[in-house]
Nanobody, 121 residues
Framework: QVQLVESGGGLVQAGGSLRLSCAAS??????????MGWYRQAPGKQRELVAA???????NYADSVKGRFTISRDNAKNTVYLQMDSLKSEDTAVYYC?????????????WGQGTQVTVSS
């Protein structure tokens, strides 16, 4: 079993910045994290990909956040970060961390509990 713990959400004014963190841990002796990413879900909307980071340094961003958000990984700490700059009111949502984990006998996706980001205009 893999646990993802997110932190860093909060209330910020438009134009401000926040940094989200997501740390992965497991009770099993071996696990390898493949991709890690951030998704968000605003009220009444579907969950959408914000940014993803592969193991080989690949990065993908939603068009709406390109140039404003930066995803990064610390593989030694099994942690992924999302630096969010120039925040807009439309960035308000619950942000979820996702990790694709290889436990040696299966590959599965795990989700964090979500952290609220509210941008006031």
């Amino acid at each position: 079993q893999v646990q993802l713990v997110e932190s860093g959400g909060g209330l910020v004014q438009a134009g401000g910045s926040l940094r989200l963190s997501c740390a992965a841990s497991s009770t099993t002796s071996f696990f390898s994290i493949n991709a890690m990413g951030w998704y968000r879900q605003a009220p009444g909307k579907q969950r959408e990909l914000v940014a993803a980071a592969g193991t080989g340094g690949s990065r993908n961003y939603a068009d709406s956040v390109k140039g404003r958000f930066t995803i990064s990984r610390d593989n030694a700490k099994n942690t992924v970060y999302l630096q969010m700059d120039s925040l807009k009111s439309e960035d308000t949502a619950v942000y979820y961390c996702k990790a694709t984990v290889d436990s040696g006998w299966t590959v599965a996706d795990y989700w964090g509990q979500g952290t609220q980001v509210t941008v006031s205009s």
